[in-house]
């Protein structure tokens, strides 16, 4: 992300805590059933291309500083886009600082311009390379003569003060719900598009920062609007505090549309692109294309984390195009916005993107370079991806398995107790199903509809809390027309507002009931694992345990009240003290509640596991909960999976389909330096054992590793086909001619 200020409001409360930064952008989680069997070609995927949009594979992205202007070499630059065949460019135009000799009052020429015109030179000499062009702006941030003009378009802390820029002192905060954005950067966008005919606006920082405003027009519009004074509470289920935040919401979507209709305007085929969309739902809406802008990782960022924010992104956008920014520097707190990191770090992060259906976007800041080492790599990767275009260009994934993405959960339920937090139960899914290589897909809550559930088998809810009546039902239908559902810990026990239900909204579904009792956190709790009294013999639920009477419990659990009978595979050894020693043993080695319930519908079964071990999972990782999970999702589902990997090492697996073809991207996790990047080196993995199910009537023609270059040996087996990947270094993928 550009630049992050202390407590950015708009992200949604400690969404991004693990995953360093990036607010997303925003439709179908349009994945094809790989077993339609004989079926005519699936109906038109929701969200379908229009415009220029879908045409750019490979984006660069270059901002200047302001003392660029006489001292940069445009035609560096342009070199190097040609050299890495990228069909679009962001370029820096306006906003805090005008790369251009503009005419808009109070628009802040760069102090270097002179008579000079960079951006406009740019965009003629990436015209010339029939390149597409989108102009960038930031209208985050202004200097003392646009205060001096009008005091009124600065945003106001908590205080009553004007809000000083966090970073650079010299520059102040601009109001991004008030004039400032709907009609001074109003104009600075229409004189932009029309005086260099730009394929689009993209603007940075568009929507508030550095905290809350509390200036004389937000004070007034949330009056009018909501008939509150503006909240100085900060919790989330606040009834105020929720209002302003959907104000917000809306404040910010009237403010795209005004924009985009600017910018359509002066130019019929351009769009205005935020860089964050005020929520996903909303860019499903109105959005051409969305850009994650999650640069690189940071902490203990997994690296999987930019192919999740491709699955969020897609979740709304569906077969729109989705972009994965990133820098080639390190992203840590202190910003070293001019420093590159190592190759193998910059290479996995975009290979998490690509495999997930982003295409690349990289962006530079300084049109002087300092360290050029990130040249030669980004060229590499970029060739790459230009040579294998044809099987990039992605008509849909092959998933048959659809996690939960709640965005209203996020922004409203802060979880059941303290040291629960509902994006913890999301990732510790997320990691299991990566460790278990099963090709997945975010489904987002605002687009339960039958077309964009039908792809799935299977549609995991990993304490999916907030949902509405509406959205409990669309699951219920799903489960009824033959969908398995795997519900974890709250999931629809809370509305969503965030309010607590007596009982889950889901209740009938799972056929258990809320007590009202939440335990934890527990120490030292354990789970019996049980034969079945009438057969003797495990449930295939508990495969792989052979070994072992009991495994480790999770942290918190729900009490509940089955509404039905239902086998036992697991039960509850309740906390026993883990000191002194002398004491640790259990005081109630055996009770008869269930831990997992387990119901078989027939073309539909449910799992609901009512203890959190998800969420444990991602904080202890424990590898039995990893198992218990996998094996969930193989019950769940009950049919063959599209694809199978075996072999050594963690890999994230994903497939796709394109017009005339099938993929199967192998992005070799196994690197990462322990538990933190930045790594050093890739270790190559393998042989990997590679089966895809084909479709019906669907035959391989010719399969190829894009990578190596090699031409597997095939086995066909009916309608599956198996290679050997010898060996993945970072990136492989399988293509496959249909
Ligand atoms: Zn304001």
């Not at 000799?101 to 029939?130: I, M, N, Q, Y």
């Not at 000083?164 to 001074?184: D, Q, T």
């Not at 389909?657 to 330096?673: A, E, F, G, I, K």
Request: proline share 9%; charged share 25%; glycine share 6%.
């Amino acid at each position: 992300m550009e630049s992050r200020p202390p407590a950015h409001p708009l992200s949604r409360r400690d969404f991004l805590h693990v995953t360093g930064a990036g607010a997303i952008a925003s439709l179908a989680p349009a994945a094809i059933p790989f077993d339609q069997t004989q079926a005519p070609p699936p109906p038109a995927i929701p969200g379908a291309p229009a415009g220029w949009f879908d045409r750019p594979m490979r984006w660069v992205q270059l901002t200047l500083v302001e003392n660029d202007p006489g001292r940069f070499d445009p035609q560096f630059w342009l070199d190097y886009f040609r050299r890495v065949h990228a069909d679009a460019a962001t370029l820096s135009a306006g906003g805090i600082v005008a790369y251009y000799p503009t005419e808009v009052p109070l628009h802040h020429r760069s102090a270097w311009l002179g008579t000079s015109d960079p951006f406009g030179t740019l965009v003629a000499g990436c015209r010339a390379l029939k390149m597409n062009v989108v102009a960038r702006t930031d209208p985050h941030a202004v200097r003392d003569e646009v205060r001096a003009a009008h005091p009124d378009w600065i945003s106001v802390t908590r205080t009553g003060e004007p809000r000083r820029h966090w970073a650079n002192p010299e520059l102040w905060v601009s109001c991004a719900l008030g004039p400032y954005n709907f009609e001074f950067m109003d104009r600075v966008h229409r004189e932009i598009v029309t005086k260099y005919a730009v394929d689009g606006i993209f603007a940075n920082r568009w929507a508030p920062q550095g905290g809350d405003c509390y200036c004389v027009h937000c004070a007034k519009n949330f009056k009018d609007a909501t008939g509150n004074d503006l909240p100085r509470v900060t919790d989330a289920r606040d009834p105020v505090r929720r209002a302003f935040l959907e104000w917000r919401k809306a404040r910010l979507t009237a403010l795209w549309k005004q924009w985009d209709a600017t910018v359509r305007a002066a130019n019929p085929n351009a769009h205005f692109i935020p860089n964050g969309p005020p929520d996903l739902k909303t860019a499903g809406e109105l959005a051409a294309i969305q850009f994650t802008d999650n640069q690189a990782r940071r902490g203990l960022t997994p690296p999987w984390n930019n192919g999740r924010r491709a699955k969020e992104l897609r979740s709304v956008m569906g077969r729109r195009p989705i972009g994965g920014i990133f820098s080639v520097g390190v992203e840590e707190p202190y910003r070293w916005k001019d420093s590159v990191q190592s190759e193998p770090e910059i290479r996995l992060w975009v290979a998490e993107g690509t495999a997930n259906g982003m295409r690349p976007w990289v962006t530079k800041f300084s049109g002087v370079l300092y360290d050029r080492r990130w040249l030669p790599v980004v060229e590499r990767i970029y060739e790459w991806h230009f040579k294998h275009e044809r099987y990039l260009r992605n008509e849909a994934p092959i998933a048959r398995v659809g996690l939960l993405y709640s965005e209203q959960t996020a922004a409203y339920h802060p979880g059941v107790a303290q040291g629960d937090r509902a994006e913890d139960h999301l990732l510790g899914m997320y990691h299991a199903l990566i460790e278990a290589r099963i090709p997945f897909e975010l489904v987002h809550e605002a687009l339960l509809t039958p077309d964009r559930l039908e792809p799935f088998k299977l549609l995991i809810l990993a304490d999916a809390a907030a949902l509405s009546n509406a959205q409990c039902a669309a699951i219920r239908d799903y489960a009824a027309r033959g969908g398995s559902v795997l519900a974890t810990f709250a999931s629809s026990l809370y509305d969503e507002t965030g309010q607590r239900r007596n009982d889950f909204g889901l209740a009938d579904l799972f056929g258990v009931s809320f007590d009202g009792r939440i335990d934890g956190p527990m120490q030292n709790s354990y789970l019996n694992l049980d034969a079945d009294p009438a057969t003797g013999r495990r449930h295939p639920i508990i495969d792989g345990f052979d070994e072992t009477t009991r495994i480790i419990n999770g942290v918190f659990r729900l009490g509940v009240r089955p509404a039905m009978s239902f086998p036992s595979p697991m039960t509850l050894v309740p906390t026993y003290p883990d000191l002194p020693m002398e004491d640790v043993y259990p005081r109630v080695p055996r009770t008869d509640t269930r831990e997992l319930y387990l119901r078989d519908l027939g073309a539909s079964r449910v799992v609901y596991i009512p203890w959190d071990i998800d969420r444990t999972f991602w904080e202890v990782m424990c590898v039995d909960h990893g198992r218990l999970l996998r094996n969930a999702v193989r019950w769940a589902t009950n049919e063959p999976p599209p694809v199978e990997v075996t072999g050594p090492g963690l890999l994230d697996v994903t497939a796709w389909r394109q017009r005339d073809s099938m993929t199967v991207h192998l992005v070799n996790l196994t690197n990462p330096m322990m538990m933190k990047g930045p790594l050093r080196e890739l270790i190559p993995i393998g042989p990997e054992r590679v089966t895809v199910r084909l479709p019906a009537g669907v035959r391989a023609r010719k399969v190829q590793l894009l990578t190596s270059g090699a031409t597997p040996r095939v086995e066909t087996n009916g309608s599956t086909i198996s290679v050997t990947v010898p060996s993945i270094e970072c990136h492989e993928v399988v293509a496959i001619d249909t």
